[in-house]
């Protein structure tokens, strides 16, 4: 699948842990056993969900995390004391080998938009059969919005859109259909879900993320052939603005716990 780099995950882990939705996380909550947990976390990376959750339980907690980049992996078991043990795994391959029923719950963050509707199902599969708690924290739903904004925003937006729902290794991503997708996958098997938002929202103190998360709309855009010196007057507008504290973004994600 497609990686991403231990730097890139730090910037965005302040506005992660600031957006997540405290009322699906209660839901999940309440329906963790009251005495030690075990928890499946999917596509771990650094350890976003552990810096996220790890304090919240009311018991102790043992964590599973999975990913199939090591080097991540490696920085997790460095960030966190407690029990943690990790596991490299193809999850695209291997993800029926993880022993879902083994677990309390099952967890992931910021992953499944870059899944495919085949493999959604089949990790519906899973969770359902398990009977365990699943929250789902952060998946893109294709909203953004700028303050003050430009002319080219929503192209590139659009653009970013259609980019998100390329391959990244688990065959045609949903992108930001995916917690939607998702969601209707877990009803057709009657579960009950609680959903809420949980969007980015930047602030004074937000210039390293914004550099590097608007460099990245800029090579999309080059990508997929806009114009060039309308995409170089944006970036320079957006550059100027962030150096100034100038610049607010909204960058919608989707919360969700599937309880059986």
């Known amino acids: 699948m497609s990686g991403f780099s231990s730097h890139w995950l730090a910037l965005r882990e302040p506005l992660d842990l600031a957006a997540r939705n405290t009322v699906v996380e209660q839901a999940f909550f309440a329906a963790l056993p009251t005495s030690q947990v075990h928890v499946l976390d999917l596509a771990s990376g650094a350890g976003s969900t552990v810096a996220a959750l790890n304090d919240k339980f009311s018991a102790p907690v043992c964590w599973k995390l999975t990913d199939f980049d090591e080097a991540l992996l490696d920085v997790a078991s460095s960030r966190f004391q407690g029990e943690l043990n990790v596991q490299q795994i193809d999850l695209q391959a291997d993800l029926e080998k993880l022993p879902f029923d083994q677990f309390d719950a099952i967890t992931t963050s910021a992953f499944l938009d870059l899944t495919s509707k085949a493999f959604l199902e089949r990790l519906v599969d899973k969770v359902v059969e398990a009977r365990k708690p699943f929250l789902a924290s952060l998946t893109y739903d ?23 729902q390329t391959d990244k290794g688990f065959g045609p991503a949903l992108g930001p259909e995916a917690a939607k997708v998702a969601i209707e996958l877990f009803k057709a098997r009657d579960c009950r879900v609680v959903q809420g938002t949980s969007d980015w929202l930047t602030g004074a103190d937000s210039e390293d993320f ?10 999309v855009g080059l990508q997929v052939g806009l114009d060039a010196e309308r995409l ?28 059986p």
């Open 142 to 164: 294709g909203r953004t919005e700028f303050s003050p904004g430009h002319g080219l925003d929503e192209d590139l937006r659009q653009a970013l859109n259609r980019h998100q």
């Open 210 to 219: 914004l550099l590097e998360f608007l460099s990245g709309w800029r090579r």
């Open 232 to 259: 170089e007057s944006w970036w320079q507008d957006r550059q100027r603005r962030i150096g100034e504290a100038q610049l607010r973004v909204m960058v919608g994600h989707l919360d969700f716990v599937v309880l």
